[in-house]
């Protein structure tokens, strides 16, 4: 491998007389020869950037741009290897993508592999290749986890269908920090011989939707969902499974019942429908485990008109009166996995919560709680166990979010009021009021933000403060 600029320039004048002598020959192809439209070069990284290779950190997400260097004193082998300065919790992360601005054909391979040590033992937090805009992501692999010690170590990573594989750039790519106090940071990690392999001992693919498990929903038409818990699970020849997590776009998804339900290649689930479908996928003509039944009872019907006189109410979210703020329902938090979109219910506009983690509803402008005694919601479950607690934020006197980054919970500046909505009838709307007491009652004056965490799924309506 350390010879491989002299090899290739061998094999280009080789194959360039090839070319020659059997063009001589004037021999016709068969109309079901297919060419490869983008050469079929695994290297990554082997004692230097492959061809076309950059780097690309995630500063936008707080990545630190200086973190990565080439090695030359601690490799597995030949002259050089990867070098990523871990920071200490507080000073970012390490975060990036190697891209090539040579399309490759990777789809004669079956694994992404490199050797990989650290100054002390860690678990990366995510390691992987595909991200590429070229593609838009499409066939982004990830391992989440991967434990490394003080030695070197071959990894795999198994690819989870290498015929998508056709002309990629994404070809590395990995994040890892310390996400606490006391989290891993401040060390060294180190990667060498990274390169693309045909292993021929990745085997018994067992990919999932859903992670495996097999669950019902009831909804209404017009209304989105998406698949999650996407993966794809191989053994390898030392006897181990490696679980990676898999974009959409490898799968091959199916609705039992395309009058109810539709789903796209990204797996956008579309109700377009009364009546019951079942979601399934194949990946590589391989069933995968898990699915999901959606049954739809039609049009959504509106939330209950609130009665509330207006002069009482700080409106945030509703048709029934003029709102007191603008309101940014979609901050894209870093690491929030919420899908947010405004949909209508009878003409009404409701807010759809899909596969939410944590997201927010930020006010431009505060509102005086000050005389308001509740919070009201009108909450829809579109399916059992939803679960999600209400972060009501007043931002203080400097009108600004801030969280210790520690703990998690509002600076001194600030005050917030934690509640839980659960217990939520299924396939109707739920009116909630929460009192504004605890640490906020006496400080509402400058209400900045509502942060939901946890559901997953739900739809809102009619959000406001009022005066009992």
């Given at each position: 491998?350390?010879?491989?600029?002299?090899?290739?320039?061998?094999?280009?004048?080789?194959?360039?007389?090839?070319?020659?002598?059997?063009?001589?020959?004037?021999?016709?192809?068969?109309?079901?020869?297919?060419?490869?439209?983008?050469?079929?070069?695994?290297?990554?990284?082997?004692?230097?950037?492959?061809?076309?290779?950059?780097?690309?950190?995630?500063?936008?997400?707080?990545?630190?741009?200086?973190?990565?260097?080439?090695?030359?004193?601690?490799?597995?082998?030949?002259?050089?290897?990867?070098?990523?300065?871990?920071?200490?919790?507080?000073?970012?992360?390490?975060?990036?993508?190697?891209?090539?601005?040579?399309?490759?054909?990777?789809?004669?391979?079956?694994?992404?592999?490199?050797?990989?040590?650290?100054?002390?033992?860690?678990?990366?937090?995510?390691?992987?290749?595909?991200?590429?805009?070229?593609?838009?992501?499409?066939?982004?692999?990830?391992?989440?986890?991967?434990?490394?010690?003080?030695?070197?170590?071959?990894?795999?990573?198994?690819?989870?269908?290498?015929?998508?594989?056709?002309?990629?750039?994404?070809?590395?790519?990995?994040?890892?920090?310390?996400?606490?106090?006391?989290?891993?940071?401040?060390?060294?990690?180190?990667?060498?011989?990274?390169?693309?392999?045909?292993?021929?001992?990745?085997?018994?693919?067992?990919?999932?939707?859903?992670?495996?498990?097999?669950?019902?929903?009831?909804?209404?038409?017009?209304?989105?969902?998406?698949?999650t818990g996407l993966t794809?699970?191989?053994?390898?020849?030392?006897?181990?499974?490696?679980?990676?997590?898999?974009?959409?776009?490898?799968?091959?998804?199916?609705?039992?019942?395309?009058?109810?339900?539709?789903?796209?290649?990204l797996g956008e689930i579309?109700?377009?429908?009364?009546?019951?479908?079942?979601?399934?996928?194949?990946?590589?003509?391989?069933?995968?485990?898990?699915?999901?039944?959606?049954?739809?009872?039609?049009?959504?019907?509106?939330?209950?008109?609130?009665?509330?006189?207006?002069?009482?109410?700080?409106?945030?979210?509703?048709?029934?009166?003029?709102?007191?703020?603008?309101?940014?329902?979609?901050?894209?938090?870093?690491?929030?996995?919420?899908?947010?979109?405004?949909?209508?219910a009878n003409g009404n506009?409701?807010?759809?919560?899909?596969?939410?983690?944590?997201?927010?509803?930020?006010?431009?402008?505060?509102?005086?709680?000050?005389?308001?005694?509740?919070?009201?919601?009108?909450?829809?479950?579109?399916?059992?166990?939803?679960?999600?607690?209400?972060?009501?934020?007043?931002?203080?006197?400097?009108?600004?979010?801030?969280?210790?980054?520690?703990?998690?919970?509002?600076?001194?500046?600030?005050?917030?009021?934690?509640?839980?909505?659960?217990?939520?009838?299924?396939?109707?709307?739920?009116?909630?009021?929460?009192?504004?007491?605890?640490?906020?009652?006496?400080?509402?004056?400058?209400?900045?933000?509502?942060?939901?965490?946890?559901?997953?799924?739900?739809?809102?309506?009619?959000?406001?403060?009022?005066?009992?």
């Amino acid at each position: 491998m350390k010879n491989k600029k002299y090899i290739n320039l061998r094999f280009i004048v080789l194959l360039s007389l090839g070319i020659v002598i059997f063009s001589a020959c004037e021999r016709e192809f068969s109309d079901d020869v297919e060419f490869a439209e983008f050469p079929p070069n695994g290297d990554v990284f082997i004692d230097a950037f492959s061809a076309g290779l950059d780097y690309f950190p995630f500063v936008d997400a707080g990545a630190d741009p200086e973190a990565f260097s080439v090695e030359t004193n601690e490799v597995f082998a030949g002259d050089a290897s990867m070098r990523f300065d871990v920071p200490s919790f507080g000073n970012g992360f390490v975060g990036a993508t190697f891209n090539t601005t040579a399309q490759r054909d990777l789809s004669g391979f079956d694994a992404l592999t490199f050797y990989a040590k650290a100054s002390q033992a860690a678990s990366i937090d995510a390691v992987g290749f595909g991200i590429s805009g070229e593609t838009g992501n499409r066939f982004q692999v990830t391992l989440n986890g991967l434990g490394v010690s003080t030695r070197w170590q071959k990894y795999i990573i198994p690819i989870p269908n290498a015929t998508n594989l056709t002309s990629e750039t994404g070809l590395f790519w990995l994040a890892e920090g310390a996400s606490f106090e006391g989290d891993e940071g401040g060390y060294v990690l180190f990667f060498d011989e990274i390169q693309f392999e045909k292993l021929g001992t990745v085997a018994q693919p067992s990919p999932a939707i859903f992670s495996g498990e097999d669950l019902t929903e009831q909804t209404f038409t017009g209304s989105t969902s998406t698949v999650t818990g996407l993966t794809q699970t191989f053994n390898l020849s030392s006897g181990e499974n490696v679980t990676v997590q898999a974009a959409p776009s490898y799968f091959n998804f199916e609705s039992s019942d395309t009058d109810v339900a539709q789903v796209n290649e990204l797996g956008e689930i579309a109700i377009v429908g009364e009546g019951t479908a079942v979601i399934t996928a194949l990946l590589g003509g391989v069933a995968a485990r898990g699915s999901l039944e959606i049954t739809s009872g039609g049009g959504l019907e509106a939330a209950p008109t609130p009665t509330v006189p207006e002069a009482n109410v700080s409106s945030i979210f509703s048709d029934a009166y003029t709102n007191a703020t603008e309101s940014n329902f979609t901050p894209g938090f870093g690491g929030s996995t919420t899908e947010t979109t405004m949909i209508s219910a009878n003409g009404n506009a409701v807010l759809s919560y899909v596969n939410n983690n944590f997201t927010g509803i930020l006010f431009e402008n505060t509102v005086d709680g000050t005389n308001r005694t509740t919070l009201h919601m009108d909450v829809f479950a579109q399916e059992p166990g939803v679960s999600f607690e209400v972060q009501i934020r007043d931002v203080g006197a400097n009108q600004m979010i801030e969280t210790d980054v520690n703990t998690g919970f509002p600076t001194e500046d600030d005050r917030d009021f934690r509640f839980t909505v659960n217990g939520l009838t299924v396939g109707e709307w739920n009116s909630i009021d929460i009192p504004l007491d605890g640490d906020i009652a006496s400080q509402k004056n400058n209400l900045g933000a509502l942060i939901l965490v946890g559901g997953p799924n739900f739809l809102l309506d009619n959000i406001y403060f009022f005066t009992e």
